[in-house]
């Protein structure tokens, strides 16, 4: 467990004794009381602070005297917020709501000790890495701040520096946290319910993530790979010499912030192209690459000569698997039809809707949503929100919307606010159109279909190849421990034969496979003779795989089980 030696440190049973204060100042001293956290505050202590609270009662709801109380409580409490701000699918979506108000503006600490940090990190004398180093940051959170700096070879560069001592802090906070959740779900009614504990855990991850900055510098090297040859998009290089996990240095763009609309409307920008480009970077992002920039805050982006847009700040990515991006392409498919059939059965592959869900009265209030956008022009449908709407329903429905769907759908929405303050008839949909057929029409590529096929093969054959090393151990643990293990099936000669005829057809199955993708190479090839222009051999090869496909499908269909 990773609380064990709370109540035996001075400092824990101090922060401990901080927590209960400011919950109780806000106005949760039930709550203080039901986990038994009251004996870490003497009693005067809590009717002063309990009082000083009663004459603001009725001001504040319950979510915003929470948000208030994680402010007081520090960045570890204003990080967690954020995190949950953005994942309505495990707490209220009223918290979540107003925890995105949740400001992470802190004091910046000083240049001496951000030097001081970089040289222990680096080890080199500041003066040997940077010809000029602004002792005034240019942004401060609760995490870093940074520091605009030139390099003794020239290279105008930001430096991320992490807070020091924010590591054991988080570390101390989020040991804490554990042991309160471990008090939520022990005491309180309904603790269960949220799974603070799991809550907990995840955050402890994002976290983790988020204080490595070599991990940041590595995701803004796949953004630049990724990007490579676009004209449109620039993305920093990172100075890796002078990277570790606690500093990131990368060149500095220079530019106009995209919110600065009236700025670069007279350096003579257009500002429909940058809208344009901006939203068809993204759609690259998501349906190209499946690895996008999951913090498009517009503070992000910088808008350089000739329309570019430049992209800083990848702390937070997302990723989309292969089937998720095609049940993404549909997706932005069929809003154009507004087909709710396509909607549910891309919500189903997209793992939002469980077995146990009543699939006919999500279909019911999906078209109830959608309908209203019936007869609307595309550009009066913001695919964000729909997205976002949607994601809602499948939530009000209890299903657990994986975390980078939520992230998607918040970053979309964003990325589509600004592209419309730039463009007002921009249409995301319609520009995703292009992206989305393209995606399928690969997908229905017989080149991937051969490589797919050839994964799923390799995936059984891992899967064949475990089974008697799995079943001797089976058999092994039988033995140690004495088990005596019975049949009592009547019909048991029956499923035998059952058994037979499953590894049967999938035998023929996987052999129908091998022919199709020998044949494939065969007719890459090229080699002579030909028929109709192909190789001879190929086309027999797909031939004979026709015909013992259609023989196994007839013998199945035959049999009535599908």
């Not at 994986?402 to 730039?422: H, Q, S, W, Y």
């Not at 279909?449 to 039988?478: A, M, N, W």
Request: with cysteine; proline share 4%; net charge neutral.
């Amino acid at each position: 467990m990773p609380f064990p030696w709370i109540k035996k440190t001075y400092h824990n049973i101090q922060r401990l004794r901080n927590i209960a204060n400011v919950l109780i100042k806000h106005g949760f001293g039930r709550i203080v009381d039901q986990l038994n956290l009251q004996r870490y505050i003497s009693f005067g202590k809590r009717l002063i602070t309990f009082k000083k609270y009663e004459t603001e009662r009725g001001v504040y709801t319950v979510p915003e005297r929470l948000r208030l109380a994680f402010e007081e409580l520090g960045p570890t409490f204003i990080k967690l917020g954020q995190v949950l701000s953005s994942r309505p699918d495990l707490i209220p979506y009223d918290f979540a709501n107003e925890f995105k108000k949740l400001q992470d503006a802190v004091p910046p600490f000083s240049a001496s000790v951000a030097k001081k940090h970089i040289e222990e990190e680096l080890h080199i004398p500041i003066h040997e890495i940077f010809s000029s180093f602004d002792d005034i940051p240019s942004a401060a959170a609760s995490i870093a701040q940074v520091h605009h700096a030139t390099l003794i070879t020239g290279e105008r560069v930001i430096v991320k520096v992490q807070r020091p001592g924010l590591r054991q802090m988080l570390d101390s906070d989020i040991s804490i946290l554990f042991y309160l959740a471990t008090l939520v779900e022990r005491y309180l009614p309904y603790g269960k319910l949220y799974n603070p504990t799991g809550i907990v855990e995840e955050f402890s991850k994002t976290i983790k993530r988020e204080l490595n900055f070599n991990l940041e510098g590595s995701n803004a090297a796949k953004f630049k790979t990724n990007f490579e040859g676009d004209d449109t998009v620039y993305i920093p290089d990172v100075y890796w010499e002078y990277t570790t996990k606690d500093i990131l240095t990368m060149e500095r763009i220079e530019g106009i912030p995209i919110y600065e609309i009236k700025r670069f409307e007279e350096a003579g920008y257009d500002k429909r192209l940058i809208a344009k480009n901006g939203i068809n970077a993204f759609l690259r992002q998501i349906l190209e690459f499946g690895f996008f920039h999951a913090d498009p805050h517009p503070g992000n982006f910088i808008i350089m000569e000739n329309n570019k847009i430049g992209i800083v700040d990848f702390g937070m990515i997302g990723r989309i698997d292969e089937d998720s991006m095609e049940s993404i392409a549909n997706t932005f498919l069929s809003f154009v039809e507004l087909d709710c059939n396509i909607l549910v059965r891309e919500y189903i592959r997209l793992g939002l809707l469980s077995e146990d869900i009543d699939v006919k009265a999500f279909k019911s209030d999906l078209r109830d949503l959608i309908e209203p956008y019936h007869g609307m022009a595309l550009r009066q449908v913001q695919a964000g929100k729909v997205f976002n709407d949607i994601l809602q329903l499948a939530i009000n429905y209890k299903a657990r919307v994986p975390n980078d769907l939520i992230l998607l759908g918040k970053t979309l929405l964003t990325i589509e606010g600004l592209a419309m303050e730039l463009d007002p008839d921009i249409t995301v949909i319609e520009e995703a159109k292009p992206f989305a057929k393209n995606l399928i029409r690969k997908r229905l590529s017989p080149a991937y279909q051969v490589t797919k096929v050839y994964r799923t093969i390799c995936d059984l054959s891992d899967v064949l190849k475990e089974i008697p090393g799995q079943f001797s151990h089976v058999l092994r643990k039988v033995m140690k421990d004495k088990l005596k293990i019975e049949f009592v099936h009547s019909g048991l000669d029956r499923l035998i034969r059952d058994m037979d005829k499953s590894s049967n057809r999938l035998s023929f199955a996987i052999i129908i496979s091998a022919i199709v993708i020998g044949s494939s190479v065969v007719m890459l090839s090229g080699k002579e003779p030909l028929l109709f222009g192909f190789p001879m051999i190929g086309v027999i090869g797909y031939i004979v795989a026709l015909v013992l496909g259609l023989w196994l499908a007839i013998s199945i269909l035959r049999s009535g089980r599908l």
